[in-house]
């Protein structure tokens, strides 16, 4: 079945799908946005509150469909699941969202070899490496949303620490989506000036840069978002715009996807994030550029975390 270029599907309306649509019908990049959810009356007003907007934003469709309406999609993401309610960790959601993501699948199944899947419903690595199994897509296919937002947050704070503008500072997070997450920082450098080199030459006056300070402020964002205002959706819908750029516009952009591990650094069979290049066929090739011991343990910590999720669903 041949897939429409421009046709994206977004499977949920909740707090994260909508606002993905949101950030989607101002980018200009998809022609038609086809919105699935149960909740008909919720998803035809949501629906109903874009379309009024339309006049002010590049040519594009929005409606509401079944799982057949996104047969023809280029790409579907998926952003249905419980969400997370505060006081609660990614972990929890596992036993609560993987039935649902496996309905879902089933219903996908049809679907065109050549689409691509996102996943975005939370413990994202879990539920990404469910919907492999559940749907038999062919490799690179099926990704989830990933650490995209965990690195953003990472060169926000350096960022805000080290005054400078977010888009040259250049770092990213792999591993779990969650609290086993690591922070490369042998990765960080700035316009392609290493943190090491960087720090000296800098005329600003700190005490320099509290390195877990940072990472537990990249760590607990979401929770402290969550407790705020109930749920994350503004940041997710850019970092998902990012990723659906890349595969729409055939990029070869490296990001931190969530993909199964294919013996990269030693690691397990196991969803998680690592670099990796996006492009019209989803993620084609995994970088696995060097890393400090540390940096690689900790790594190992973090697919271990998850296979020990595996073992539950299992």
Known sequence: MNTKP??????????????????????????????????????????????????????????????????????????????????????????????????????LKPVSPGQVLIMVTNPVDVLTWAAIRAGDFPPGTVIGSGTVLDSSRFRHFLASHCGVDTRYVHACVVGEHGDSEVCLWSWVNFSGIRLGDYCPACTRKCEGID????????????????????????????????????????????????VPAAGQYGLPDVCLSLPAIVNSRGAEQIIAGPMEEKEKERLFASADVLLKMREQIE
């Not at 379309?51 to 040519?59: E, K, S, V």
């Not at 109930?230 to 970092?239: C, D, F, I, P, R």
């Open 211 to 258: 390195r877990e300070e940072v990472e537990r402020k990249v760590r607990e964002s979401a929770y402290h978002v969550i407790q705020a205002k109930g749920a994350t959706n503004w940041a997710v819908s850019l970092a998902l715009l990012r990723i659906v750029e890349a595969i729409f516009r055939d990029e070869n952009s490296i990001l931190t996807v969530s």
């Open 6 to 107: 421009r046709k994206l599907g977004i499977i949920g309306a909740g707090a994260v799908g909508t606002s993905f649509a949101f950030t989607l019908i101002q980018s200009g990049l998809v022609e038609e946005i086809v919105m699935v959810d149960p909740a008909r009356e919720k998803l035809q007003g949501e629906i109903s509150d874009l379309n009024h907007g339309l006049a002010f934003l590049p040519p594009v469709r929005v409606r509401a469909g079944e799982f057949k309406d996104c047969s023809d999609a280029a790409v579907v993401v998926i952003t249905a699941g419980a969400a997370q309610k505060p006081g609660e960790t990614r972990l929890d959601l596992t036993k609560k969202n993987v039935s649902i993501v496996r309905d879902i699948i089933e219903e």
